[in-house]
């Protein structure tokens, strides 16, 4: 949620930076709602005050003999009655107020960070760095879905008889693969300072409505139909909540996690696109790395965290590159965010692995994630960012295109050896 404070003191300077992101958003009428509630509190805090000075002094009337009945008194009471009245008038119109202008600013988007290179859309992205060598075979390279296929590493066709397109059932050493990644990933991150967390699949709406999934993309998600529950899109969601409403102690901080689980997206809007393999399912996968820091380390942390990622890419000797999106491709949330994109030798390009974002203070702010230092007077919000470590089924396509050898085997990285107790996959090696 953005910062009102800091849009009413200065609204232009707040509208450029939203701009950036190519759209306009009506922060007039939040200007006015917010100027309409701070007037309505302003004036029943002057009439509560007035009430409480009239019972005090009945009561010390009272206590110095008038009696009750006396007509000064029963002014007194009449006006305080009165006064009730107007109170009991004004919660209605506040509490109408505050709901629409909650409803609004939750519709507003995170304002660019500075650094944010400005552009219109994706193909403005900017391109930070590549890492490895482009796997270009000189025979032509086999797609991850066919050499799955080959190898006996999953069931598409009964995957669609039990649930429907977009899901997949790993089989042998499809299932292996993917167990493997998911440990490996973990085992690195918790290495490299993370504490593991294993959360509900299963999160309510405060809960999607704190990290920023609600209400703008209440499509993208599975919900419940007779619960206030609803599948997660990603751990993000539910680590992120598990410190909601609290006030942290400023030494707790920084806090990082990290999280496998199951992820469930509707994939609304994009029906045609990528339907065959492992990059665009219903229901995939994902190691995610979340962060709670303290503002002043905030740029650093995010910077880190995209090195987090990265480390198990370079582990497991994929190419890729790390793109900077620019203001008009950032996700709803985010102030700043790299992608991570992966090499696919069948496609001839790189794909999006993992996405690392600083929020800043906006998803703190709507799920009240607050810090407080022992000589500190106020309470600060935390920033959170967030990141897959990585996407495991993309990964796991990786593998099989970089990987895959004349003699339709995969030889499988040297790190997921130990997991896996093989050198390759297919064939009498596996």
Known sequence: MIDLKQLRENPQAFSDRLRRRGADFDLDRILELDAQQRQLEQQRSQLQARSNE???????????GVAATDPEIQALKAEANDLKQQLSDLEPQERQLKEELERLLLTIPNPPSETTPIGRDETENVEVRRWGEEYKPSQPCQPHWDIATQLGLWDVERSVKVAQSRFVTLLGMGAALERALIQFMLDTHRDRGYVEVLPPLLVNSASLTGTGQLPKFAEESFRCADDDLW?????EVPVTNLYRDEILAADQLPIYHCAYTPCFRREAGSYGKDTRGLIRLHQFNKVELVKFVHPETSAAEHEALVADAEFILQALKLPYRVIELCTGDLGFGAMKCYDLEVWLPAAGCYREISSCSNFGDFQARRAKIRFKGAKQKGTQFVH???????????????????????????????????????????????
């Open 54 to 64: 009239i019972g005090a002094l009945v009561g010390k009337k009272i206590k110095s």
């Open 231 to 235: 599948l997660i899109p990603t751990a």
């Open 384 to 430: 959170t960012l967030n990141g897959s470590g990585l996407a495991v089924g993309r990964t796991m396509a990786a593998i099989l295109e970089n990987y895959q050898q004349p003699d339709g085997t995969v030889r499988v990285p040297a790190v997921l050896q130990p997991y896996l107790k093989c050198s390759h996959i297919g064939g009498a090696k596996s």
